[in-house]
């Protein structure tokens, strides 16, 4: 068997040895240099020859692969495959509003029509849509994000909507679960004791550095603080096991990224490491603003609060991925609008030429936005071969919108450099 080093394959030198990283299996080894010097030569040479230790490095791990093989070309076959054939969860992000009550001068739903309650008519609506989707696609899972705007502002709705989409799942022999993506600031008990019922499996909730600048940025009517309210919210859910563990995104730009250690010793402090799930966002432009992204630095400073976290006993992300796993990509998905109008990508909401069916239309084919589907935006990338392929797919699609206007659809965004720096960097932190 002639083998030669993946085309996925990360590789970083330190004081032991090659630490390699594969982005399509996740494998990690690490070898030591006279080990990685042999292999290396004899694949120059053709003679390797697959001992047990070498058989450790191919099949699941995918470190070394047959010479011929097509890796690009089978990560995408699968990838087709896998989302046409084998996605068995339908993910609605159920809106019942796109207003907020804070502030927050960056967030992508700035400029985008946030009026308006959803009604019980659409709702209504929603279940025969379902009804008749889930009846004419094979599916194990249905799955609701409660998603906004601030969501809890419509908690009314929720607490309407949610039995109706649980008896729903259950006449067609779906599991069921529930995902919350929320500011934080009303999630009570009453609301916490509510989604607990209802399988709550998510809660992801943002906060934007230590209390002073989170409160500048994350701030209410008059000036209202937020900060001290959302963590005792956190420990609320927690104290009262309504969930295990809590995604806090931690967002930075350049103006706070040297605060953000400061949150970390903070959350450190309240002692449940084990039960927060800790990522980090980069705050960029929407598509109301400047086309210039911010990258300088970000990478670095991303790996910096790697490093922290982890020294304070959090776990850390074990990669940076920019797709193209995504919901505006997913196969049996639809961002529902308090209007009843449908989309697929979560970062354009409230804006009507995104807009792809309405909740009234049914349909025999899957939920589809033929803009999202442009996968020769990933040509490029197969040329290259790059290894970041199975992690990043060809970028974000609504970042390839924010870089070219219309004309993103169907463009890759590349951020090679950004998933080097970081990912390099994490594999070994």
Known sequence: MKLRWSTFNIIEIVNDGYLIRNTMTGAVVLLGIAEYASIDDAI???????????????????ILVNYDEDEVGNFFRIFHATRDNDVDTFTLHFLPTIACQLSCSYCFENGANRKGLMSGEIVEKSIKYLDDYFSNH????????????????????????????????????????????????FLNEDVARFLHGYLWERLQITLDGPREVHDSIRFGSKGRRTFDTIIN???????????????????????TKDRIDELLEYLACLEIQDNLNISFGIISPTLDESKEVFEQDSGNAYLQFCTK???????????????????????????????????????????????FSNISVLSVDYAKDQRFEMFKRTDKCREEKCPYIPI???????????????????MRFCQKELLDTVNRGVVKT
């Open 44 to 62: 120059l040479k053709g003679t390797l020859v697959v001992t047990s230790s070498i058989k450790l490095l191919i099949g699941e791990n995918g």
């Open 138 to 185: 094979k599916l194990r899972r249905m799955k609701v994000v409660l998603f906004g705007g601030e969501p809890l502002l419509g908690v009314k709705m929720i607490m309407r909507a949610l039995p109706l989409f649980s008896i729903l799942a259950q006449k067609h022999g779906l599991l069921f679960q529930t995902e919350l993506v929320s500011n934080g600031e």
């Open 233 to 255: 919210n956190i420990l609320m859910v927690l104290r009262g096991k309504y969930i295990d563990k809590v995604d806090v995104r931690i967002n930075y730009s350049l103006e």
């Open 309 to 355: 976290a982890k020294d304070l006993g959090f776990q850390i992300p074990v990669e940076l991925t920019a797709g193209p796993w995504c919901v505006a990509t997913e196969k049996h998905s639809i961002i529902l609008q308090p209007d009843g109008s449908i989309q697929k990508c979560i970062s354009t909401v409230g804006r009507s030429d995104f807009n």
């Open 392 to 410: 990043c797919g060809g970028g974000c699609p609504y970042d390839a919108l924010v870089a070219h206007g219309e004309d993103g659809f169907g």
